[in-house]
């Protein structure tokens, strides 16, 4: 076991590279079994094989491989959290917890107001009733489309680009 720092990350630097070789020779091995998989049918080979056996023997290492995949996921977020708290790596650090608290109220009330404007346009839109040659068309009830005032509310509720199915006129 590694007694210090400095020991510690050159071996784990070295376990990284060690992992980067085995990556790479399950790779090959992976695809040298998955070819002729492809390539044959369920006939037996010599040894008496068919492919449905073989499958079935890789099914039960799968399961092996997701646990080994979860456990490196759990070790680089582990690693990702002491990175974030480096006030060099990750200068939002930095910033004190009430200022980092405003800013999200901020983005917060901005979501907030997005969601109001989006619950109004819905209160005006309406669907035609379903019928079997429904397109999909939204109608907008009670409202000139050639009025000022309106353009001028569907140019800052509605973007265009974003909503072109909205607006045939």
């Known amino acids: 076991m590694a007694t210090t720092l400095l020991e510690a990350v050159t071996s784990w630097e070295s376990s990284i590279k060690d992992l980067q070789v085995f990556v790479e020779q399950y790779n090959k091995f992976t695809t040298n079994l998955i070819t002729p998989l492809r390539a044959q049918s369920n006939q037996p080979d010599i040894d008496g094989n068919t492919v449905e056996s073989i499958l079935e023997r890789v099914n039960n290492q799968l399961a092996g491989l997701v646990h080994l995949e979860e456990k490196l996921k759990s070790i680089r977020v582990d690693l990702n959290r002491c990175r974030n708290v480096s006030k060099n790596l ?31 346009l819905q209160d005006i839109i309406s669907y035609p009733p379903p019928t079997s040659s429904f397109t999909g068309v939204f109608t907008i009830e009670g409202v000139d489309a050639e009025d000022p005032e309106y353009k001028a509310y569907r140019s800052r509720i509605i973007r265009p680009r974003h909503f072109p199915m909205f607006f045939s006129h």
């Open 90 to 120: 990750s200068p939002v650090s930095c910033i004190p917890p009430e200022v980092l608290t405003y800013i999200v109220s901020l983005v917060n009330e901005e979501e907030e107001a997005k969601h109001r404007q989006y619950k109004e």
